[in-house]
Each structure stands twice: as structure tokens, then as C-alpha cells.
């Protein structure tokens, strides 16, 4: 493989996945819309979606640096391979920029390129704040299990995570014309939901680190040897006792059998999918009126998301 070669780059990290996150967003689009789009509401659905994988391949190229991974979706981690090494850098700066250059190429005649422009410019920050966090709360080379806590992993989620799944219906009630409102403020709404949802999607993340096979995963777990501050690790040492604290990678996997990880991830799981149900139901039926057009808020598009990822593991 040739090194600084911009179309490999593309092919090697952008389309190597299941593409759900993209697909997201045209399926949004779809159901805000009730009704199947033209070939121009779809090609901009679509554009969005992209946009979407490319800012997801921007962070698991620097994700996995940082991290030093070994592998991603089934395949060695860009920077590990031949000839690429710390071309990586450049390359996560490209598959960052590429967005921005599609928005400004197909958006910029639209009223809300803007409102995109400030999703996509946002939830970066705020995913990199979560970056940031995390780095700090558990560096490699200074293990600390004192700043471990199940309220530290949900502040580094909610900032890593929760907000970067937010901005995929975003961008979609954006395209459709939602508005905001000074009251029942549809996005608002829409963060309420999608918070927690994100939320639940890291701690599965965390958990199939821990209890999927490579095969399964797509890579290599390597939350316990890079001192993650993961869900599995937070809860184990919230009943753990002092003498259980010391252990090497092997000797912590058979902790977390000890204490029952399967059974407390089984019921988180159950508790989360039920309040984030509960958070759905508050949008009427009808779907919520946003103040503008035939277009509302639907169940639907939480529900499609919850979904995805419900039961991912099985």
C-alpha cells in the first residue's frame, strides 16, 4: 500500500464498517419526511451520512494513535500499516477537512448550511473535550484507580460519546426544516433522549471490550492493558474489595467474572433501554408539533436508533 495515497486512506477508513451511523441519518431524514425522498433529498441525506463516517474515521485514526491499537473493524489500525506510520496524522486531518469541503460544495446555498457547520464544529469539541478527560483520568504510564468512579466514566461519555451520537438526527431535523422553539425546543427534546442513548452505547462498547472475541469485536480489547476508565472497570470497583484491586490484565478478566459482570451488564442494560423508552414515550403519538410545516418529531427516529444498538452483543 502505497503511503499518502488520499483514495486509500478513504477506502482503508471511511468504508471499512456497517455504515449504521450514516445510514442514520438518510433513514431520519425519510421518517421526519413520511415519505420515500426524491433523488436530491436523498443525495443530500446521503452527503450528510458521509460526512458523518468521515468525522467517525477522523477520530479512530487519531483514536487509535493515541491509544497505540492494534487492530480496527477486523483490520490492522492505519497507522500500523506498511509505509503509513505517522503519515496517519495527516491522513485524520484530511478525513476531517474532506467534510467540510462537501458541506461548503453542496450546502452552501442552503438556509441551514450554518446550523450544520455549527453540529458538526460542536460536536467535535465536545467530543475532543471527552478525549481530553479521558487521557487525564487514566494516562497509561500512572495508574490511579482513585480517579476511577462510575460518575467519572459517565462525565467522560457524555462529552466523548453521548454528544457525538446526538448530532446524527440533528442533522437530519436541520435538512427537514425543523426549528428551533423557545418552548419544548425540539432539539432540546432530542438531546434528552439521545444522551442517555449514548450513554448506553458506550458502556456496551465497553463491555463487548471486555466480553467479545477479536473475531467479534473487529479488534483486539485493549481497555484493561490501556487502563481505560471503562463501565466494566468502574463497576467492578465499586464492590470490589481492597485486596481484588491488584491484579494483571488475565487476573482482572477472571474478577470481572468473579463479581458477575454478565449479570450487573445485563441488568444495567435492561435499566437503560427502559428509561430511554420512557424518554421517548414523552413525544406524542402524533408526533411533536415543532411550530412549522407538516413536518414533527417522531418516535420513530429515537426508536430506529435504540434499536441499532439494543442487544448489540448478541
Request: aromatic share 12%; hydrophobic share 40%.
Given at each position: 500500500?502505497s ?5 486509500q486512506?478513504?477506502?482503508?477508513n ?8 450514516g445510514m442514520?441519518?438518510?433513514d ?5 419526511n413520511?415519505?420515500?425522498?426524491t433523488d436530491?433529498?436523498?443525495?443530500k441525506a446521503a452527503l450528510?451520512?458521509?460526512?458523518v463516517?468521515f468525522?467517525q ?5 487519531s483514536d487509535?494513535m493515541?491509544?497505540?491499537s492494534?487492530?480496527r473493524?477486523?483490520?490492522?489500525c492505519?497507522?500500523?500499516?506498511e509505509a503509513?506510520n505517522?503519515?496517519?496524522?495527516n ?9 467540510y469541503y462537501?458541506l461548503?460544495?453542496h450546502?452552501?446555498?442552503?438556509p441551514?448550511?450554518v446550523?450544520?457547520l ?11 473535550i ?5 487521557l487525564?483520568?487514566a494516562?497509561?504510564?500512572n495508574i490511579?484507580l482513585?480517579?476511577?468512579?462510575l460518575?467519572?466514566?459517565?462525565k467522560i461519555?457524555i462529552f466523548?460519546?453521548?454528544y457525538?451520537s446526538?448530532y446524527l438526527?440533528?442533522?437530519a ?6 426549528p428551533h422553539?423557545?418552548t419544548?425546543?425540539p432539539?432540546?427534546?432530542?438531546q434528552?433522549i439521545?444522551v ?6 458506550q458502556?456496551?462498547d465497553?463491555?463487548?471490550?471486555f466480553?467479545a ?6 479488534k483486539?480489547g485493549t481497555d484493561?492493558i ?13 464492590i470490589?474489595m ?8 488475565a ?5 470481572y467474572e ?5 449479570e450487573?451488564?445485563a ?5 437503560a433501554y427502559?428509561?430511554?423508552i420512557g424518554?421517548i414515550?414523552t413525544?406524542?403519538?402524533e408526533?411533536?408539533d415543532?411550530?412549522a410545516?407538516d413536518?414533527?418529531?417522531?418516535r420513530?427516529v429515537?426508536?430506529v436508533?435504540?434499536d441499532?444498538?439494543?442487544k448489540?452483543h448478541?
Amino acid at each position: 500500500m502505497s503511503a499518502g495515497c488520499y483514495p486509500q486512506n478513504l477506502d482503508y477508513n471511511v468504508t471499512g464498517g456497517k455504515l449504521n451511523c450514516g445510514m442514520s441519518v438518510v433513514d431520519s431524514v425519510e421518517i421526519l419526511n413520511g415519505r420515500k425522498l426524491t433523488d436530491d433529498e436523498y443525495f443530500k441525506a446521503a452527503l450528510l451520512g458521509w460526512g458523518v463516517e468521515f468525522l467517525q474515521a477522523y477520530y479512530f485514526v487519531s483514536d487509535d494513535m493515541t491509544d497505540q491499537s492494534i487492530t480496527r473493524r477486523g483490520q490492522p489500525c492505519w497507522y500500523r500499516v506498511e509505509a503509513v506510520n505517522l503519515l496517519a496524522i495527516n491522513d485524520a486531518y484530511l478525513l476531517e477537512g474532506s467534510n467540510y469541503y462537501l458541506l461548503k460544495k453542496h450546502f452552501r446555498s442552503e438556509p441551514y448550511y450554518v446550523y450544520l457547520l455549527d453540529v458538526f464544529h460542536d460536536t467535535t469539541f465536545q467530543t475532543d473535550i471527552g478525549q481530553l478527560i479521558d487521557l487525564i483520568t487514566a494516562p497509561e504510564d500512572n495508574i490511579d484507580l482513585s480517579k476511577f468512579s462510575l460518575a467519572k466514566h459517565q462525565k467522560i461519555v457524555i462529552f466523548k460519546t453521548a454528544y457525538y451520537s446526538f448530532y446524527l438526527p440533528a442533522l437530519a431535523m436541520y435538512m427537514c426544516g425543523i426549528p428551533h422553539s423557545s418552548t419544548n425546543d425540539p432539539y432540546e427534546l432530542a438531546q434528552k433522549i439521545l444522551v442517555p442513548l449514548g450513554e448506553y452505547f458506550q458502556a456496551q462498547d465497553d463491555f463487548l471490550d471486555f466480553a467479545a472475541p477479536p473475531e467479534v469485536l473487529g479488534k483486539v480489547g485493549t481497555d484493561i492493558i490501556d487502563n481505560k476508565c471503562s463501565w466494566c472497570v468502574n463497576t467492578a470497583l465499586a464492590i470490589m474489595m481492597p485486596a481484588q484491586r491488584k491484579a494483571a490484565e488475565a487476573r482482572v478478566k477472571e474478577l470481572y467474572e468473579e463479581i458477575g459482570i454478565r449479570e450487573r451488564y445485563a441488568e444495567y442494560e435492561e435499566g437503560a433501554y427502559k428509561r430511554i423508552i420512557g424518554l421517548i414515550e414523552t413525544i406524542p403519538t402524533e408526533g411533536a408539533d415543532v411550530g412549522a410545516g407538516d413536518v414533527k418529531l417522531k418516535r420513530e427516529v429515537f426508536k430506529v436508533f435504540l434499536d441499532k444498538i439494543y442487544k448489540g452483543h448478541k
